[in-house]
Nanobody, 126 residues
Framework: QVQLEESGGGLVQAGGSLRVSCAASGRTFTPYVMGWFRQAPGKEREFVGSLIWANSYTFSADSAKGRFTISRDNAKNTVYLQMMSLKPEDTAVYYC???????????????????WGRGTQVTVSS
């Protein structure tokens, strides 16, 4: 079984930065893709970005381009979401997800992923 655990969420002022992490544990597992999603109160969960584990190639939602960066540390089996210039509308629970299947492109949908973390709250105050 694969477990994903997010950390690093918290309260930050508008314009500030925050980095959230997602560590994978459990059986030996090398993901094909890692993804980040978020869900704001009263809204559906939405795609933030994804990263191909083998070469760190990334995809980003339009709302994240230029402000959010996804990276990974292979030795720590951890993926990061670095967020800058945060806005109150970025307030959400941020989830990481992992895909084992070697297929597809972009991976912007929830059902592209087999494993999910429980999420970490990010709150941006105005």
């Amino acid at each position: 079984q694969v477990q994903l655990e997010e950390s690093g969420g918290g309260l930050v002022q508008a314009g500030g930065s925050l980095r959230v992490s997602c560590a994978a544990s459990g059986r030996t597992f090398t993901p094909y893709v890692m993804g980040w999603f978020r869900q704001a109160p009263g809204k559906e969960r939405e795609f933030v970005g994804s990263l191909i584990w083998a070469n760190s190639y990334t995809f980003s939602a339009d709302s994240a381009k230029g402000r959010f960066t996804i990276s990974r540390d292979n030795a720590k089996n951890t993926v990061y979401l670095q967020m800058m210039s945060l806005k109150p509308e970025d307030t959400a629970v941020y989830y990481c997800a992992a895909r084992a299947r070697i297929s597809g492109w972009g991976w912007r949908n929830e059902d592209d992923y087999e494993y999910w973390g429980r999420g970490t709250q990010v709150t941006v105050s105005s």
